[in-house]
């Protein structure tokens, strides 16, 4: 079962970065409920194992192309991010003291904690693109114009995924023209 949780979470991954044109020193949210992934309801069967298998799946892929992995932790912990203290710094994020643990920030967040380099949490960050897996609401961390992206699957384990890319704000009026590679 863990192992193909962890190639179904690699075929979303590899799809989504393709998709959304997501570039070395961006920002991936990644939010996530193993108890979706289950089939139990969120925050009801938080598993290690399945984080663990999801983050052999997603951590390689965006790491081997320089793209910050960010971890929203569960509501518990209002939502905050975990990410490399590096990606924080380079945004300006401001960390802030909490450590997530399985029941209270989530599975994946407490595996992105402990899996991380020199990982900090953050109250939210401004993602490039990302990956909601079992409905953890992810909207919150995204850029402000977020379009969202359908992959050839729409289900890791029990979960459903939604996915989302961003884009600049359209300015301008009817004169106004814009970039097609930015739509």
Not at 136 to 165: E, H, N, Y
Request: one cysteine or more; glycine letters at 10%; proline letters at 4%.
């Amino acid at each position: 079962m863990y192992s193909e949780i962890t190639k179904e979470a690699r075929q979303a991954i590899l799809e989504l970065v393709e998709a959304a044109h997501v570039e070395t020193g961006d920002i991936f949210v990644v939010g996530c409920s193993t108890s979706e992934v289950t089939g139990e309801h969120i925050g009801k069967g938080s598993s290690i194992d399945i984080a663990q298998a999801l983050w052999e799946g997603i951590a390689p892929i965006l790491d081997d192309k320089g793209i910050y992995l960010a971890a929203q932790c569960c509501e518990h912990l209002n939502r905050a991010v975990i990410l490399e203290k590096e990606a924080a710094q380079k945004f300006g994020y401001e960390p802030v003291n909490v450590v997530p643990q399985p029941k209270a920030g989530g599975s994946f967040a407490t595996t992105a904690y402990e899996r991380m380099e020199c990982p900090v949490a953050v109250e939210s960050v401004a993602a490039h693109a990302g990956i909601d897996i079992g409905g953890t609401l992810i909207g919150m961390q995204l850029k402000s114009v977020a379009v969202p992206v359908r992959l050839s699957m729409d289900m890791i384990g029990k979960a459903r995924i939604l996915c989302a890319r961003t884009r600049p704000k359209f300015i301008g009026g009817v004169r106004a023209h814009y970039d097609e590679h930015q739509l």
